[in-house]
T-cell receptor, first 110, second 114 residues
Framework: ELKVEQNPLFLSMQEGKNYTIYCNYS?????LYWYRQDPGKSLESLFV?????AVKQEGRLMASLDTKARLSTLHITAAVHDLSATYFC??????????FGTGTRLQVFP | GAGVSQSPSNKVTEKGKDVELRCDPISGHTALYWYRQRLGQGLEFLIYFQGNSAPDKSGLPSDRFSAERTGESVSTLTIQRTQQEDSAVYLCASSLHGAITEAFFGQGTRLTVV
């Protein structure tokens, strides 16, 4: 059974600081996705990572995938308040079934 | 349509009643997913449809839950004899070719069982 774990579950950080969210998964997969969810809203796709070593960047967020380590990271650079949200990673079991991580709730304060 | 559409957006029902939740995927998307999200929790996989293949129902929590999809269009998730623990947001997503391409989510149906 595929398990997807994120840490930390909750992150409170000051504006301007850097931090990394980790996503570990338990079985072989080379397809990983990052989503953002604002309170009371649905999920918004951020990144699609489809191969080992893939790196994608959008603004202050950068995601990477290491399929050998079964690890993806979401790095936040110089955080701003607008980044406050819950971030989910999701892994495809190579059966087209997306399994989501537990989510990391990010709060950025002044 | 422009995006994944779910209805109703909110549903309050009495314990023991049946409910039907509807999902209209993005036109042309062959894959459709249902997830459940309890308050403050992650997404729990329920069921996955891909084209004309048999659906993956492995995430349905009990036989009170069922889902159907008409071809590659509308899907309905039915919960019979609702219980309070069924209260959650039910999210539908669709993608062009399964998880090979990114999934787009609807706004969800917030179900409250009283």
């Amino acid at each position: 059974e595929l398990k997807v774990e994120q840490n930390p579950l909750f992150l409170s950080m000051q504006e301007g600081k850097n931090y990394t969210i980790y996503c570990n998964y338990s079985t072989t997969s080379d397809r990983l996705y990052w989503y953002r969810q604002d309170p009371g809203k649905s999920l918004e796709s951020l990144f699609v990572l489809l191969s080992n070593g893939a790196v994608k960047q959008e603004g202050r967020l950068m995601a990477s995938l290491d399929t050998k380590a079964r690890l993806s990271t979401l790095h936040i650079t110089a955080a701003v308040h607008d980044l406050s949200a819950t971030y989910f990673c999701a892994v495809d079991m190579n059966t087209d079934k997306l399994i989501f991580g537990t989510g990391t709730r990010l709060q950025v304060f002044p | 349509g422009a995006g994944v559409s779910q209805s109703p957006s909110n549903k309050v029902t009495e314990k023991g009643k049946d409910v039907e939740l509807r999902c209209d995927p993005i036109s042309g998307h062959t894959a459709l997913y249902w997830y459940r999200q309890r308050l403050g929790q992650g997404l729990e996989f329920l069921i996955y449809f891909q084209g004309n293949s048999a659906p993956d129902k492995s995430g349905l929590p009990s036989d009170r839950f069922s889902a159907e999809r008409t071809g590659e269009s509308v899907s309905t998730l039915t919960i019979q004899r609702t219980q309070q623990e069924d209260s959650a947001v039910y999210l539908c997503a669709s993608s062009l070719h399964g998880a090979i391409t990114e999934a787009f989510f609807g706004q969800g149906t917030r179900l409250t069982v009283v």
